[in-house]
């Protein structure tokens, strides 16, 4: 039941903000992880039940927002992941029994991005995108949601995805 608001993180050799192993019901809110090593905020072993919510996340060496080892139950409102070097939202590959389930991702802004804005792996089932804003305006190529073979459910409803190719689904049709 920690809450951290109203603070920055920026220019650390890794990590911004990192919610720890067994966290349950973090709220982080009003927070700016900036040019940090690797990832803005990552989600360590069983983050469960958290809000994150309003915060900026930019810049950073390589993930915008990291989530995975069994990381379920969180919500995710009226972020912003920009620039950083490779995904603005990852999803760490993980088996169906350490997969981050059920998270909800509502109101966010995921742009301009090094690679897809957003990269769901592993075995994950039942998250929930509705009204997120993804787009890259660079000239390369994009792509704004890539979903891997062995994902299950992903519910997408009313975003707007602005990218070259919207989205890149590599499951099998009886998968989606």
Do not use: Y
Request: hydrophobic share 30%; with cysteine.
């Amino acid at each position: 039941d920690v809450t951290v608001e109203d603070c920055t993180s920026e220019e650390n050799a890794a990590l911004g903000l990192h919610p720890g192993s067994g966290s349950q019901r973090p709220t982080i809110r009003h927070c700016t992880a900036r040019r940090n090593g690797t990832d803005g905020l990552f989600l360590c072993w069983r983050v469960r039940h958290g809000l994150f919510e309003d915060n900026l996340l930019e810049e950073n060496g390589q993930f915008g927002i990291s989530i995975g080892h069994k990381d379920s139950d969180n919500v995710f409102r009226r972020n912003t992941s920009r620039l950083s070097k490779q995904n603005g939202l990852f999803f760490r590959d993980e088996s169906v029994g350490m997969a981050p389930h059920r998270n909800r991702f509502e109101e966010n802004t995921i742009e301009n991005n090094g690679g897809p804005e957003i990269r769901i792996r592993g075995e994950v089932n039942d998250l929930t995108f509705v009204n997120n804003t993804i787009r890259d305006a660079r000239e390369e190529p994009s792509v704004g949601i890539l979903i891997e073979e062995r994902v299950g459910p992903v519910h997408l409803e009313d975003n707007t995805i602005q990218t070259r190719q919207q989205i890149e689904d590599k499951r099998a049709s009886n998968h989606r």
